[in-house]
């Protein structure tokens, strides 16, 4: 599994950005999607994820309400529409696979990391 992440920027706080995952994957292959990030100086953290079916996903309690994961099967992608944007939310960010779906923020059962994509969040 492949995968790359793009779609980040420097943006205003307040503002929106829409991250997206671009998976490359056997044909067939089930896996769910998490989001990860990166701070500078900071270890990384867990943000979202979601199941196969896009029917479940998990979200980290600082990220609830402003960030929303959804994926596009038919065009093996997965996004990450980030509104409300915090300086805080400053980081790189990541995406990465699992073949099982794990409601939690564990690191856990990702076998597969993309390249990150920075986003700034200027105050």
């Known amino acids: 599994v492949q995968l790359q992440a793009s779609g980040g920027g420097l943006v205003q706080a307040g503002g929106s950005l829409r991250l997206s995952c671009a998976v490359s994957?056997?044909?067939?292959?089930?896996?769910?999607v998490g989001w990860f990030r990166q701070a500078p100086g900071k270890e990384r953290e867990f943000v979202a994820v979601?199941?196969?079916?896009?029917?479940?996903?998990y979200y980290v309690d600082s990220v609830k309400g402003r960030f929303t994961i959804s994926r596009d099967n038919a065009e093996n992608t997965v996004y990450l529409q980030m509104v409300s944007l915090k300086p805080e939310d400053t980081a790189l960010y990541y995406c990465a696979a699992d073949p099982y779906y794990t409601p939690s923020s564990t690191f856990f059962g990702y076998d597969y990391w993309g390249r990150g994509t920075l986003v700034t969040v200027s105050s």
């Open positions: 979601i199941s196969w079916s896009g029917a479940l996903s």
């Open positions: 994957a056997r044909s067939g292959s089930r896996y769910s």
